[in-house]
Antibody
Framework: QLQQSGPGLVKPSQTLSLTCAIS??????????WDWIRQSPSRGLEWLGR?????????DYAVSVKSRITINPDTSKNQFSLQLRSVTPEDTAVYYC?????????????????WGQGTTVTVSS | DIQMTQSPSSLSASVGDRVTITCRAS??????LNWYQQKPGKAPKLLIY???SLQSGVPSRFIGSGSGTGFTLTISSLQPEDFATYYC??????????FGQGTKVEVK
């Protein structure tokens, strides 16, 4: 299960920060990655980035946000976070965290089988 | 990035109807294709992974097929709880995973 938290309103030019708490799995799992996706009427479902652990931590980001995004794992709290800097109204969307399984202890292959509840984020002054 | 194109964008159907949704990839993705169902105000829910494997707990009326560039999701007998929007997703060339634009199944 994934439980999201964070503010629903962010001012332009500021930083959007969301957290996704994991239960029933570990952020250090060797068979999953921990992803952020957003959804808006104009962009549809857009993958933003992920972090995963395979003997060390890896990070991948979408080209569209690569200069502004950071995803960090927190092993002490078994959660991961999203930071999106210098936001504009175009970043207004519903943000989701999700587990992407790639075999191993996951029961599915190469799919997002668990999602957070979603956070509606509005960028406005 | 691989582009995913769904058709139709929306359809109207009645309970008991057989419904088919198509997803086409801009290049071959083998069977790295997933289907999700989304209801208003909710997160997407995984229905089918690897083109044809049914996710645990999903009714057997949901059937996925295809490989390469062409895929279909069939609902063999539409139920009231199936009115929703459906998305395909490729994970062959990832990152980035890319989604189709969605197909909304509405009441006729």
């Amino acid at each position: 299960q994934l439980q999201q938290s964070g503010p629903g309103l962010v001012k332009p030019s500021q930083t959007l920060s969301l957290t996704c708490a994991i239960s029933g799995d570990s952020v250090s799992s060797n068979s999953a990655s921990w992803d952020w996706i957003r959804q808006s009427p104009s962009r549809g479902l857009e993958w933003l980035g992920r972090t995963y652990y395979r003997s060390k931590w890896y990070y991948d980001y979408a080209v569209s946000v690569k200069s502004r995004i950071t995803i960090n794992p927190d092993t002490s709290k078994n959660q991961f976070s999203l930071q999106l800097r210098s936001v504009t109204p175009e970043d207004t969307a519903v943000y989701y965290c999700a587990r992407y399984c790639s075999g191993g202890s996951c029961f599915v292959d190469y799919a997002m089988d668990v999602w957070g509840q979603g956070t509606t984020v509005t960028v406005s002054s | 990035d691989i582009q995913m194109t769904q058709s139709p964008s929306s359809l109207s159907a009645s309970v008991g109807d057989r419904v088919t949704i198509t997803c086409r990839a801009s290049q071959s993705i083998n069977t790295y294709l997933n289907w999700y169902q989304q209801k208003p105000g909710k997160a997407p829910k995984l229905l089918i992974y690897a083109a044809s494997s049914l996710q645990s707990g999903v009714p057997s009326r949901f059937i996925g097929s295809g490989s390469g560039t062409g895929f279909t999701l069939t609902i063999s007998s539409l139920q009231p709880e199936d009115f929703a929007t459906y998305y395909c997703q490729q994970t062959y060339s990832a990152p980035p995973q890319t989604f189709g634009q969605g197909t909304k199944v509405e009441v006729k």
